[in-house]
């Protein structure tokens, strides 16, 4: 079953062609890796899932984008955007202690109950495991946190919201090793109750971590298969060349 | 040819004597103010009504008047000014209507203050009927502190990072609650810098009170905002130049009351945001 489905999707931002004919299904509860170049228009891509491309002035797009069958811009955004959560490339907490961030999307809908905020906040740090980290000092800031933790505690945030898609935009690319390595782990995790896109620079996470592996390239999408045919056997030369780390 | 660090040297001592003369005509002020001014200040001289033509007794109806005019202005000024300011950085796209408003706002901060006064007089007073009151001085001084308050919620709400609010709705939060929780609250600090500036541009002009509310000489105290009212910065005009044989340590006592409350609300005011800075988590 597909969670998503993109029909001749392009984007432009002014004159500016992001994206260009794209065609893809994202299925229920895989990890879709994308890789590609800078400027390849692969956190374009991303963005798009949750409509957050539409911040951007001058925006256009054309084609369509499906959500369980259903056109995204037929649903109320706020409901979109609960349903499919993102972790930005930066951890980027909210200027709010520990507990209010990952409480906060709750919040926004419309949960006050005490009782039902703290069992979120629980469920929701122990999901992104950070849980024993953190348990001691909810109520302290955010801006405590050390980088990895506070890509966390954005994952745990985000998973507050009971999202069914999780949209990943580099989700590393700030983090050391080993911190990585446990944001890895977590998405491997989620993967049995959420479909999560990763967009990423780093080819052999995608490699340790995708089912199936997309590559962008100049707006296009060269190549969409399984991780392991991508980095095995890949058809087209571009996708070949640019995982041996031939260019971008 | 003279030594290039030879240069560097003269170059600097002079900036640095330019920006040393900053220094001089505050401090002569306060001096003056000061040295002129303390003597008067006695219990009496805060807390009685004038006496003898001015030329005896307090100055309490004034200390008074201003407070209310200052507050009444902000009263007024703040939750248009803030809203505008809102509508103007979260909302406003770059239409020809908007640029409008914005050289509006540029240009209001610009008029004169008796500009200001005569306008206050014509709307206020005439027009509707407010007659000489607290509410005509009140609106006239709070049309002047407007632009002050939106330029300066404008410059603290865009100041707060575009990425908490890409944050905040990719939660699914609205637009509105994203302003309400996320970028109200940091750019608090800075709003109050605004309305601080507005109040001591409110409490320390005279012109826009002239005409509108100021009275000449009122020894009891307004009773409701309907009624005339004496300010500080007018009661110092009228005791300097219209009442003859005024003592000149009630002028310079009225001075140092007048300074001295700008100074303090300014005070307050940095208290306060230095309280949000340090709250403040990024």
């Known amino acids: ?248 | 040819m003279m030594n290039v660090r030879l240069k560097e040297k003269i170059a600097f001592f002079f900036l640095f004597l330019c920006t040393l003369f900053i220094i001089v005509p505050v401090g002569m002020i306060v001096v003056l103010i000061i040295k002129k001014g303390l003597p008067a200040l006695t219990w009496q001289f805060l807390t009685d009504v004038p006496r003898q033509g001015m030329r005896a007794g307090g100055i309490f109806p004034a200390i008074v008047g201003t407070v209310y005019l200052v507050t009444g202005a902000v009263v007024c000024a703040l939750p248009i000014g803030l809203a505008a300011a809102i509508y103007l950085s979260e909302y406003a796209k770059d239409t020809l209507l908007n640029r409008i408003i914005k050289l509006a706002i540029v240009n209001l901060a610009g008029v004169p203050s008796v500009v200001y006064g005569l306008f206050g007089l014509a709307l206020f007073v005439v027009w509707c009927r407010f007659g000489a009151s607290i509410l005509s001085g009140s609106l006239t001084l709070g049309i002047m502190i407007l632009p002050i308050i939106i330029t300066a919620s404008r410059e603290a709400l865009e100041a707060v990072p575009h990425s908490f609010r890409e944050v905040s709705l990719s939660l699914g939060a609205s637009k509105w609650q994203t302003i309400r929780h996320i970028v109200l609250p940091n750019a608090i600090p800075g709003i109050i810098t605004g309305v601080i500036l507005g109040i001591g541009r409110a409490a320390g002009e005279t012109a826009p009170i002239l005409f509108t509310v100021a009275a000449f000489y009122l020894p009891k105290l307004p009773q409701s905002i309907f009624d005339q009212a004496m300010a500080l910065p007018y009661h110092l005009y009228v005791i300097s130049t219209q009442v003859p044989n005024v003592d000149e340590k009630i002028r310079y006592g009225t001075a140092l009351v007048l300074l001295s409350l700008v100074l303090c609300v300014n005070l307050i005011a940095i208290v306060i945001r230095y309280r949000f800075r340090k709250q403040k988590k990024w």
């Open chain 1, 1 to 248: 079953m597909d969670k998503f489905k993109i029909e001749q999707l392009n984007i432009w931002f002014g004159k500016i062609h992001a994206l260009r004919d794209i065609n893809l299904s994202i299925y229920n509860n895989e990890i879709l890796s994308i890789i590609g170049p800078a400027n390849s228009g692969k956190t374009t891509f991303l963005r798009m899932l949750n409509r957050l491309n539409e911040l951007e002035p001058y925006f256009r797009m054309s084609g369509r984008v499906l959500i369980d069958g259903r056109e995204i811009q037929t649903i109320d955004l706020e409901v979109l955007r609960r349903k499919v959560g993102i972790i930005f490339a930066l951890p980027l907490p909210l200027p709010l202690s520990i507990y209010d961030n990952v409480a906060y999307g709750p919040r926004m809908h419309g949960i006050r109950q005490k009782s039902r905020l703290d069992e979120i906040v629980e469920r929701s740090l122990k999901q992104a495991y950070i849980w024993e980290e953190v348990k001691d000092r909810l109520f302290s800031s955010a801006f405590k946190l050390s980088g990895g933790q506070q890509q966390r505690l954005c994952i745990a945030r985000t998973l507050a919201t009971d999202p069914e898609v999780i949209l990943f935009d580099e989700p590393c690319s700030g983090l050391d090793p080993i911190s990585t390595a446990k944001v890895e782990e977590t998405m491997l995790n989620l993967k049995k109750n959420y479909t999560i896109v990763l967009v990423t620079n780093n080819v052999k996470q995608a490699a340790r971590v995708g089912d199936r592996t997309a590559f962008f390239l100049s707006g296009e999408l060269i190549e969409l298969d399984t991780t392991d045919k991508i980095f095995t056997a890949p058809k087209d030369k571009r996708t070949d060349g640019y995982i041996r780390g031939k260019f971008g």
